[in-house]
């Protein structure tokens, strides 16, 4: 059975770096940097091939929660070449929908999740969508599913997520016998090397493959957050079209001097329980 590594992420929480990280390693046979290297070798949940295929746009117009329905189908169809796993950039939360799962032990094989302090994801997020503060703490901190609707090609590409907090207990808790490592974005920006080592450990075990030292340290040099961010801007990104860049800042703690107190307080009492787990307060 084809299996999936999936790459996931609430939305501005590093889940592109790491793409950029992993594609370095596995894919760059020359290497040198490639700008093209991610997008080329591991791309976004669901396959645009597959959306045209499987999925029906009246039923999705009628309801963008019936995507639930082509979940499945949609990795069981996946096309891998050379081999019989695929890594897939993901921002759906793990769930299951008037009992669609989104995955299954059949079609996974484990799972990177990359996790990021909320109060940042509210101000990158809000860039990227031009979208203000308010409406995306609103989304952050609300208890019901809700759905990011974009369009490839004019099909629709529907991301299912949640609260910040939900995403993360979903992937760290859902599939309790699905192997997977959590990363801190905020780890990944004070020790890239140390963070990526220990997410290549991860993966030589599920993958029984055979650890590369040089190749560890190679994909950093790559995959440096001042390299990517100078290469979008002389050649633009594919997966974004927003006004703002994709690679805007690349730093922590960025909430202290932008959202006011009375928004700090409401992320705060929204993702509390998670906040402590992960340390964020």
Not at 187 to 210: A, M
Request: contains cysteine; glycine residues 4%.
């Amino acid at each position: 059975m084809k299996k999936i590594i999936w790459i996931s992420s609430y939305p501005k929480s590093g889940n592109t770096w790491m793409r950029f990280l992993i594609s370095n390693y596995f894919f760059n046979r020359s290497n040198e940097f490639n700008f093209q290297i991610a997008d080329n070798n591991i791309l976004i949940f669901p396959q645009l091939s597959l959306i045209k295929k499987i999925v029906d746009k009246k039923s999705l117009k009628e309801n963008p929660f019936n995507i639930s329905k082509y979940w499945l189908d949609l990795q069981k169809e996946v096309d891998i070449e050379g081999g019989n796993v695929v890594f897939f950039k993901n921002h759906n939360a793990l769930i299951s929908i008037e009992k669609n799962d989104f995955t299954n032990m059949d079609l996974t094989l484990g799972a990177i999740y990359i996790v990021r302090d909320p109060r940042d994801v509210v101000i990158s997020y809000a860039h990227y969508k031009n979208e203000s503060y308010d409406k995306i703490i609103s989304d952050l901190c609300d208890d019901k599913l809700f759905y990011n609707l974009n369009s490839i090609d004019n099909y629709p590409y529907i991301e299912i997520l949640g609260s910040w907090s939900y995403h993360y207990k979903s992937w760290k808790y859902g599939m309790p016998y699905m192997p997977r490592i959590i990363i801190k974005y905020e780890d990944l920006l004070k020790d890239c090397l140390g963070q990526f080592n220990n997410t290549i450990d991860f993966l030589s075990k599920i993958l029984n493959h055979k650890k590369d030292n040089s190749r560890v340290q190679l994909s950093v040099k790559n995959s440096e957050f001042s390299l990517l961010q100078k290469s979008e801007k002389k050649f633009g990104m594919k997966t974004h079209k927003g006004k703002d860049k994709f690679f805007r800042s690349g730093k922590a703690e960025q909430w202290k001097d932008i959202l006011s107190l009375a928004q700090i307080k409401k992320i705060e009492a929204s993702c509390k329980q998670v906040m402590k787990e992960l340390n964020y307060l």
